[in-house]
């Protein structure tokens, strides 16, 4: 089992930066794809970038060239950072984590089974 819990969140202005990061309680000692979805006020929610347990890594187009998604395995942390945001970004940012994830599948949040409780994201023009 996972528990995650995000942070970094925060306000910022067009064309700024953010990082967010997830500490994993990483209990079980297995092996998972991490990633961060976002869900905006009656949207629905987007897989935004997530890295398999070898590294490969997928963005959404929406955010490649702005974010980079990393882990550091010995922390048991996520992390995401965020530059040139757009009010676009604005919204509920959620770390995940789920085991034995298809390469296609890996921005689909119904194949995650952990979440964290989300970290605010809001841009301003």
């Known amino acids: 089992a996972q528990v995650l819990v995000e942070s970094g969140g925060g306000s910022v202005q067009s064309g700024g930066s953010l990082r967010l990061s997830c500490a994993a309680s990483?209990?079980?000692?297995?092996?998972?794809?991490m990633a961060w979805f976002r869900q905006a006020p009656g949207k629905e929610r987007e897989g935004v970038a997530a890295i398999e347990p070898d590294g490969s890594i997928r963005y959404a187009d929406s955010v490649k060239g702005r974010f980079t998604i990393s882990q550091d395995k010995a922390r048991n942390t996520l992390s995401l950072n965020m530059n040139s945001l757009e009010p676009d970004d604005t919204a509920m940012y959620y770390c995940a984590a789920g085991l034995a994830i298809p390469s296609w599948l890996l921005l689909d949040g119904e194949h995650y089974n952990y979440w964290g409780q989300g970290t605010q994201v809001t841009v301003s023009s």
């Open positions: 990483d209990t079980d000692g297995m092996s998972y794809t």
